[in-house]
């Protein structure tokens, strides 16, 4: 997906685990926030090195990932 410049992959940051800016924020995170009923003050509230863009790649990010389907190679 294009345009996902703050979201990044580093295996000596959680593990490989996509974050927000090389920080230990995964996407994860952000988006478990947000199903627990956080809204986007509460996030940038408790985690004040977020910017808002933040926020909304991350669930960008995830909403992609989850339209993606893998097609498993025929045997």
Not at 8 to 15: A, E, N, R
Not at 44 to 67: F, G, M, S, T, V
Request: glycine share 8%; net charge negative.
């Amino acid at each position: 997906m294009k345009h996902l410049d703050r979201i990044t992959f580093d295996p000596l940051v959680m593990g490989g685990k996509p974050c927000i800016r090389g920080m230990r924020v995964t996407v994860g995170a952000i988006v478990g926030l947000f199903a627990s009923g956080y809204n986007q003050e509460a996030i940038l509230k408790a985690y004040p090195y977020l910017e808002e863009a933040d926020i909304w790649q991350a669930l960008a990010y995830a909403a992609w990932r989850a339209e993606e389907v893998e097609i498993p190679f025929a045997a």
